[in-house]
Each structure stands twice: as structure tokens, then as C-alpha cells.
């Protein structure tokens, strides 16, 4: 059995089933067509899987060209999940949010997980790719995918391979960040190793799924952990009169043992303020607690207040309130050059200033309507920023610092910048960093 | 006065007062006289001053015959401070420890401005590259140097320059690693550029002495909260049968956004578990608290108890206590390949293990002789390691990993390896991570 499918997967005449075509399975299924195999992409949202079949990418940065040469070339978006027969692999990239008591969701995995059961098979291998805690693969796929009789590692391969996406990097795409892979036996190890080599430039093989899952977390907690650290530093080097991105910026000429994070207006995304507390709710059974993850989760939840409180005395300096004054904010999604808002402190900060009577607008070029979002509803449009609209406005907040905006003609004409992303270095009369 | 200082520093004949002739003095004066300037080495030990005339440093990884060549090409080393007067540049290099309440103690600093005051002149300029907390140049180092009447920035120049020396660094130097350098003001800070640049590859001038001041501290705050990180992340994934080592190696692989850090047996040296705690000293002055510093200290601090705790453990698997039995430590100094003991968690290990009633040696190809500290004392010398020996101990711990270790030698005859350093990554029945 095992050869067979490594064989299949070696000769690309594998079918590859991609489970959840968000901003992970695109890519992903795009990828796999690139190098030859026939993909079938599924999905539970009918409108995204008619969009994608006609040749549209719901992702900014995954042109429409590319996803029509795709579909021309051999991907097959369905909402039919009984076609999973038809599937050799099965990838799942779906998503792991938080419940609002900072739980793990692991809702999508589970449904998905029953959802193929009745249509799993022998021969086939099956991957899951959300960040999730260590144990999730043992503990949740492992019985559900076993459940009807096959056997893990002999009759079907179980593996779990974080995604590492980074949507927006330039110098790094899904092929060629190494991917790490961990089996539940060694032969479903050598079967997820085999899957990805055919797509991937380099497979890192681990000793177990539980450490796979552990590696993906590892990375996105010191990634908030720092960042964490470095808008502590930014409080405390503002009260001593430094500038904090210089000192960044400074240290970042060390060439060994610092890396440069900076400090921003809070934690965004759908990873960085997410993920970690997977592994807080897991330590728990344990009888352990996570206390740079907490602490980290403290300080980066707090940042949208920090800025507000800087916009508060910055208007109060000029003898304005906040309530009922103009603020329109420069960038909403949660990081540069991207249209993601999920999770973005923009977001969260535009809610703190309507709540204290301020006047809410916004610029951001990659977001051109204010999306429908579980938590946050505004009836806004992207506004175009003129020398007029600048000096009209009561402060614009430089929210998420995209390459699009024209910062020379913000510095010109606003009357009131808060820059919480350090991109006016030099001090000026108009100029509040925060 | 500018024009003049600068031209003898352009044309080397600036002479260079270096002070304080430790483990950063040593290659900053080497470094000087190799590019051409006389220096004048000072250090209130008589016994280093007599030893370094003599040709030999006092320091592992700087070659006898490189120092025997300095003082043949134009150092001179004294104890005499009044020659402070013969020279040009005055740079500070003296320790910056804590107290025993984690409180700077920055009288090396101050005994050493005190010192030199009388003899200071108009023409010179004054560098203080000790680690400190933001502000010191300032409120500790200006009034001093000015007191006698010359005025900063026009007689007399004061700069800051943290030192970023990295013993056992094979790929960096003190010539390669670029210099920060803060001014009190901007004819200060062109001295002080000139100064570094005549023998640093690369100066990086900051806003003011305070920012090169945060700069050094946040380069050892960035280092102690990620080592505290995954010290905490060890204990998790350790609980949750999941090797740590594997999965910082498999993190690695990212090739953006994250940077390996490996836990180990705690903290040491004389900058890492210290620095740190400057900032924090400091930042009660404005009412703020720095957390992540605290968290770290805290958890480093605790790594040698976790590692006793193992080694309790792992006899008690065994049926032996740890109260007479025989414990042999591998590397005593703080990091591998290095001769220093200051902070070591090794030494502290030693204690912990001697206070339980163990019978305590060691073994460090780097320390032959157990060095007197000011907080431990141990009547040892480092054995040599042999079969015999290695299979009579009833355990050894690996606390700092050589290069110089034999350790195929040690897991073949060590009844009982405590591995603190992920040296042993294979299982084996006869090795226990801690």
C-alpha cells in the first residue's frame, strides 16, 4: 500500500485534495497544479468555490491569471466532499481560531475530519496543516480518521505539516519555505515526506506529529513574545525621552544574536495573537502556565489604548476633546501591503475612538470597503487622501504603514500625525509618535 | 580644539588611554595599536598591569604573542592614573555589576571618572563603553568630567560606546563589530565618531548617549527574555514528551522570522543575567515596571533548580540519593569554549548539588583550577575524563558543551549523563535531558 502511493505521488499521478481554500489552500492547490498534479479543492462556501472555478482568486496578492491557468491546467474547486474518495492526499487548511474565552476552536478541524470520514479510503494520506496544539493530531484526527476500520500507517498515513504562509513577503513563497513534516508511524512519515517533496524544495522531517505541532507554535510565540517585548520597551523608552525605533534600528547593526522586531499599535492577524494560547490551553492540563505567552497577550492587547491615550493628550495639547472631532485613520489591515483585517489593532483602535465619540474614517488602499466582521461592523468606504481631506481632519493615525501611501503629502498637510509604526523619524511640529 | 583632535586622531597620532584592561580593554588596545596609535593601558590590578608589560593576557582567546607584540609596538600598561594627561582619547571599560538587591553598582564607574578628573585636560575625549542603564553618561559621567571647569562639547568631548564584545565569537572581532557611539553633543559625537572610526570597520552614530545607552540594554534584553522563553518552552514541551532541541532545530528551518535560542542550564556571564536589570533599576525612577525582564530573570534564575530537580529524579529512578553519592559536572564556565566562571549556572548547580550533600567535582579543559569568586568557593581542579573515571561517577551533568569533550567517550561510560544541553539527541537508556 505504502509503495504504491509513494509511487503515485513520485510519478505526480496522485490526486491531491486540498480541504478549505482560504489563503493557505490557494496557494497550496496552485502550487501542486504547477508541478503537475490534478487537484480537487474543496470548500463549504459555494460563492468562493464558483469564484475560484471561474478563474478568481479571493487573495490580494494570488492574481486571477494564475487562478484561472490553474483551474485550465487541472484544479477542480467543488463543495461535494463525498469527491474526497477521489483524492489520494488530503490536506486540511482550515482555520484554528480562538473562542472570546481564549479557547481553542477546533470546530472547522473536527467538522472537517467527520465530513471525509465516510469517504476516506485505503491508500490514502491525510494532512492537516492548521497551527493547533501539540496532541491535536493524536487526540482528534487520528480516531475520526480510524474510526471506520482503517488502519493509521498501513491502510491510511496520518501527518501533520504547519503551514508557514506569509502573505505580503516577497522573498519567500509555498515553495520554497522548507516544510516541516511529522508522522504518526514511520510510514506515514515517509508518505507525508514523499507528498511534500513533490511540491516543496525541502521537507524537514520530525520524530512526531506532537513535535510538528510544537515547532509551529514555538515559531509564532517568540514572534509575539518579541514583539511583546520590544512595545514594553517602546513605553518605557518614550517615558525616558528615547526613540525606540532608533534604538531598533541601532541594535539591528549588531550582526550576530539580536533580531530587529518593532513596536507597532498592537498585534494583528490571524496567527501571531492566536496561536499561542493553544499551547496556554494545552499546558493547563498539565498543570502548567504559559507566563511569557500571557504576558506577551497583556501588553499587545493593550497597545491600541496606549495609542489612544497618545491621540487623547496629543488633541488635548491642542485644546480639543476626542469626542466629535474628525479622525480619520491611515491603514487598516494588520500589516503592510496586505487586505487582511482580521484581528488588526487598526480595527480595534477605530472601535475605542467611536466609543469615545470620535469621528471614524479611513484610507487604506488594499481595503477598499470595510469588510463584514464577526466583531466589528463600520459603514465606511476607503476614503482618497488629498491635500484637502489631510487638513481637514482633526488627526489622521498612521495606523498600518503601506508602501501606497504618499508620505511625504500626509507629513505636508495633516495637521495632527499619531505614527505608532516609526515612519516619520524625524521630529516635526505635526509629528506624535505613539 | 575640535580641528585639532580630530587631526591627531585622522593622522593616529592621537594617544589612546584605555581603562580598565579586562576582557574588553585587552582587544579594544590590541585593536588600537595594530592600526597605528600608541596607547597607554590602565588598570589599578598590578598584578594584570605587570603581567600584560610582560607580554602575557590575562584572557584565553587572546594569544600571549599578541600582546607581547602590542607592548613591543606601542602599548604601555600602568597603574599610574595621573598619565591620564599624556593622552588624547580616555576610554572607559570598567565592570558594571549588580548588588546583591539587583541594583546597579556603578561606583567602577564613578571611582574611575573621580579618578581621572584631576588630570583631565581641554583637547580630550572621554568614552564610556561599560553597559549601563539610559542616562548614566549624562547624571554620572558630564558633572564629573566638567568639574573642574572645562566645558563638554568644546574643551572637553563625552560620548558613550557600548562595547559588544562576544568572547568565542570565531566570525566576528572587535574590529568587525560595528560601534555605536552617542555624543552629549554634536561636536561630541563627531569626536567620538572619529575615534571608533580610526579603528572600528563600521561607527553608527545615534541621537544622544541615552539612545546608545538603550541600544546595548536592549540587545541583552532581547537575549534574556528569549533564552527565559525557551527555558519556559523546555519545561512545557518536556511535560508534553516533546523534545525541545528537535523542535528549535526544526523552528530553524524557518528562514524568516525566527532566530534559535536553546535552552539550557540558566543564565551566566557577566552581561546577560546583569545588564537587564539597569533598565529595570531605572525605569522604577518613572514609575514603570519592565515585565519581561523580571519574567526572564525569574525563570532563568530557576533553570538550575529544574536541572537539580532532574538529577534528584534520575538517581532516585536509579535508588540512590543524592546525599553522598558522587556527581561529576562537564564544563563549568557560562558558555562553551570559553574560560569564564562569572554567573556561571554550572557553579551554581555546583552549590545547589554540595548544599544536598553530593560530592561535587568537575571537569572544564578551559578552568584547570576552580577560580576564587566573590559568592562560591570550591577547593577543586579539573580532573581529566577517562573511562574509569566517567563509570565511577554516579552521575555526571553536562552543563557547558566543549568542542574539547570527548562525548562519544562520555556516552559510553557514563552510567548516568544529565544532559542540559541537548547534547545527546538520540535516546539512550543511560541519558536523562534536563
Sequence with gaps: MTQTLLSKLDRREAVIGIVGMGYVGQPLALRYVNVGFRVLGFDINADRVAELNAGHSSIEHIADADMAAAIARGLTCTT?????????????????????????????????????????????????????????????ILPRVTAGGLVAGQDIYIVYSPEREDPGNA????????????????????????????????????????????????????????????????????????DIFEVVDAAATKPFGFSAYYPGPGLGGHCIPIDPFYLTWKAREYGLHTRFIELAGEINQRMPDYVLGKLIRALNDRSKPLAGVDILFLGISYKKNVDDVRESPAVQLMELVREHGGRVSYSDPHVPRFPQMRAHSFDLVSEEISAARLAAADAVVLTTDHDA????????????????????????????RA
Design 405 to 432: 501611501f504618499d508620505y511625504g503629502l500626509i507629513l505636508e498637510h495633516a495637521v495632527l500625525i499619531i505614527d505608532s509604526r516609526g515612519k516619520y523619524r524625524d521630529a516635526a511640529p505635526n509629528v506624535v
Design 171 to 242: 522573498d519567500f513563497n509555498t515553495a520554497s519555505i522548507p516544510k516541516i513534516v511529522g508522522g504518526h508511524t514511520s510510514a506515514c512519515l515517509e508518505v507525508g515526506t514523499a507528498l511534500y517533496t513533490a511540491a516543496i524544495d525541502r521537507v524537514v522531517p520530525v520524530s512526531s506529529t506532537k513535535a510538528a505541532e510544537m515547532t509551529k507554535l514555538l515559531e509564532n510565540i517568540q514572534r509575539a513574545v518579541n514583539i511583546g517585548l520590544v512595545n514594553e520597551m517602546k513605553i518605557v523608552a518614550d517615558r525616558m525621552g528615547i
Design 80 to 140: 461535494d466532499i463525498s469527491r474526497i474518495t477521489q483524492a489520494d492526499a488530503i490536506i486540511m487548511c482550515v482555520p484554528t481560531p480562538l473562542n472570546k474565552y481564549r479557547e481553542p476552536d477546533l470546530s472547522y478541524v473536527t467538522q472537517t475530519c467527520d465530513a471525509i470520514a465516510p469517504y476516506l479510503r485505503a491508500g490514502q494520506v491525510v494532512s492537516l496543516e492548521s497551527t493547533t496544539y501539540p496532541g491535536t493530531t493524536e487526540e482528534e
